[in-house]
């Protein structure tokens, strides 16, 4: 029954840090407007970007990071030394993958939000720091090359997962002792896939939105 409170513990933490709604709050704050009534109507950092602006959209995107490993920090520093350790990594990555489904699906926005990329890289940098930078590479990468957020999103949810299988087969410090990380990166890119569907589909159909310097050339 205790093992039980201390998941529900990391869940609630992981959640409610996930659902505060940076990009929405930013957007208020700078154009006065509601985020969820432009372009795609998500809460994350491109439609930040497209709202009010490439200031906006970087900070949107860092503080999703922050708060998807501060899901990670808090879980880690309430429930280490009275969980038990076998158990623990097991608390930390569903407080990751709350996270994310905090972010897509925020209490503080009637259950609106993002597609969860962000939080995902941040739970994720929170368990091995160089998450962020290959994180940052990746994304960057993509939306200056393919110029669609949702297929460096759907690149990322791939590449968490993958990296911590990699990880655990290698036997890399603690990660070969539980397979616990690279199933949380599994789950959390199921979630990030099924709030991408309409997006999927439009790839599909060649109707995806494009963003950045591709769009830019599309446009001359």
Not at 93 to 99: K, L
Request: aromatic share 10%; charged share 10%.
């Amino acid at each position: 029954m205790t093992i039980i409170l201390y998941f529900l513990a990391a869940a609630l933490i992981g959640y409610v840090c996930g659902a505060i709604p940076f990009g929405f709050l930013y957007v208020k704050l700078v154009k006065k407007q509601d985020l969820r009534e432009i372009g795609s109507g998500r809460t994350g950092g491109t439609n930040s970007l497209r709202a009010a602006g490439l200031g906006v959209g970087v900070a949107t995107g860092l503080s999703d990071v922050f708060k998807g490993a501060l899901g990670i920090w808090l879980s880690k520093l309430l429930l280490s030394g009275h969980a038990p350790e076998a158990w623990l990594p097991w608390m930390l990555i569903t407080a990751g993958v709350m996270s994310v489904v905090g972010h897509n699906w925020s209490v503080f926005l009637k259950f609106g939000g993002g597609a969860g990329t962000a939080p995902n890289i941040g739970w994720a940098t929170a368990i091995w720091w160089p998450m962020f930078p290959i994180g940052f590479v990746v994304m960057v990468a993509l939306l200056l090359g393919v110029g669609m957020a949702s297929v460096a999103s759907l690149a990322m949810a791939v590449i968490v997962p993958l990296i911590f299988v990699v990880l655990y087969v290698a036997g890399y410090a603690d990660f070969g002792v539980t397979p616990a990380y690279l199933v949380g990166g599994l789950i959390a890119a199921s979630v990030i896939v099924w709030a991408l569907r309409p997006n999927i589909k439009r790839i599909i159909n060649g109707t995806e939105r494009v963003v950045g310097p591709r769009a830019k050339k599309m446009k001359g």
